[in-house]
Each structure stands twice: as C-alpha cells, then as structure tokens.
Nanobody, 124 residues
C-alpha cells in the first residue's frame, strides 16, 4: 500500500530554518507530481509548494523566496527547505502525491495520497 512519511517538523523561532522530508513507498515516485500542503487550526488547507514529475516547481506567493521544494527520484524522497520562518507559517505540513499533471491547478483536493503530517511551530 502507499505510504508517505514526513519528518523534520518542530518548534523554531522566527527567522530560523527547517527542512522537511517525505519518503514515499508503494508508488512509482518518478511518475507522480508531489506537493506540500499545510493546514493551521481553524483554517483551510493550502498548497505551499509543488513539483511535477518533470521537476518543474512552483511556490505559493506567501512562501516564495523563502521555501524551496526538491525531489530525489532515486531515493523516493521529497524535501521542503524552509528559511526565514514566520509565525504565520505554523501549521501541520502534509506531503501529498498525485498522478502526472496533478500540479496543474494546484488544488490540494486533486492529490490522491496524503501523509500523516508533521507539525511546524514558529514562535518567539
């Protein structure tokens, strides 16, 4: 069965960095578009970063210039490097996967597979 296992979340101060990782199993990783989606308490899920099977990537305006998404198809691993973190970045971060082309509309609901999430808290 499909598993997406995230790691790397934690509690940091504003301005600090974190690196999230997601290891996938049960799918042909290279043939899936991947994304990081976050959800804060009381808020809707929002797409943060997307990376297609071609490795073409995009980021939401709220994180552009601070976050970088990457993938290693040989290791079935998705990574999100987060810098200059802000309190408003605090949320549960989910690794999600969908078939090729899923990234096109950047809608979290289009993605088929979801990890269990890793918590990121940014607080003084």
């Amino acid at each position: 069965h499909v598993q997406l296992v995230e790691s790397g979340g934690g509690l940091v101060q504003p301005g600090e960095s974190l690196r999230l990782s997601c290891v996938a199993s049960g799918i042909t990783f290279s043939r899936h578009d991947m994304s990081w989606v976050r959800q804060a308490p009381g808020k809707e899920r929002e797409g943060v970063s997307w990376i297609a099977g071609s490795s073409r990537s995009a980021h939401a305006d709220a994180v552009k210039g601070r976050f970088a998404i990457s993938r290693d198809d040989a290791k079935n691993t998705l990574t999100l490097q987060m810098a200059n973190l802000r309190p408003e970045d605090s949320a549960m971060y989910y690794c999600v996967a969908g078939g090729l082309g899923t990234c096109l509309f950047r809608r979290p609901t289009d993605f088929t597979y979801w990890g269990q999430g890793t918590q990121v808290t940014v607080s003084p």
